[in-house]
């Protein structure tokens, strides 16, 4: 798995966060857009944005953007599956797929999620930290496209509940680096976090 590359699911409503393209919210002066780029960009052979929003706003990044498959944001599912019709007509097996709004992630999630996954030979590979796993940072097999096709259209909407038919492998990593943002409070909280690194 040398040629992998990452989807970056920000396809969501961000109700919590009070509307609008949350991958487009401040943290430190920069979008958390750009500091997720600066995580996971360096680990892969090519990004793609997924979001349900005009294109135009992420002009900026030099990036591609793909909407859902399916209309009326049915959720990540649906963004996982147009990642991973991208990464196939790029030639790719797999594709890593993160959330915009985890802003500290690990700067070898790539490479571990690859190691651990062809040492177990399980279908799926999940980041966890001590206490959950994280089924939407995970490196996913391009040959399911057409199974999460089908699940899709039967109604699948749950990660976790689409996830137990498979066999999964899961890489630890702290806690830190997965904190999602989702409401104002967590995104100043982190905004104080990033100014004791800076």
Request: proline share 7%; with cysteine.
């Amino acid at each position: 798995m040398t040629d992998i590359p990452a989807l970056i699911l920000a396809g969501g409503r961000s109700s919590r966060m009070g509307g609008g393209d949350k991958s487009l919210a401040l943290l430190h002066g920069r979008s958390l857009l750009s500091h997720v780029l600066d995580r996971i960009a360096p680990q892969v052979s090519r990004v793609l944005i997924n979001s349900n929003s005009d294109p135009v706003l992420f002009q900026e990044f030099g990036l591609p953007v793909r909407s859902d498959t399916l209309p009326d944001r049915p959720g990540p599912l649906a963004g996982i599956l147009t990642g991973l019709i991208w990464a196939a007509e790029h030639g790719a097996t797999h594709l890593v797929t993160v959330p915009c709004d985890t802003p500290f992630l690990p700067h070898d999630l790539a490479r571990r999620l690859s190691d651990d996954l062809q040492r177990s030979h399980a279908d799926i590979g999940i980041a966890r930290d001590p206490e959950q796993i994280h089924p939407v940072i995970a490196l996913w097999p391009v040959r399911l496209a057409g199974q999460l096709t089908a699940d899709l259209e039967a109604g699948a909407r749950s990660v976790h509940r689409w996830l137990r038919q498979f066999d999964i492998c899961e890489s630890e990593f702290a806690a830190s680096c997965f904190s999602n943002l989702n409401t104002p409070a967590e995104l100043l909280a982190a905004e104080a976090r990033a100014r004791l690194a800076a």
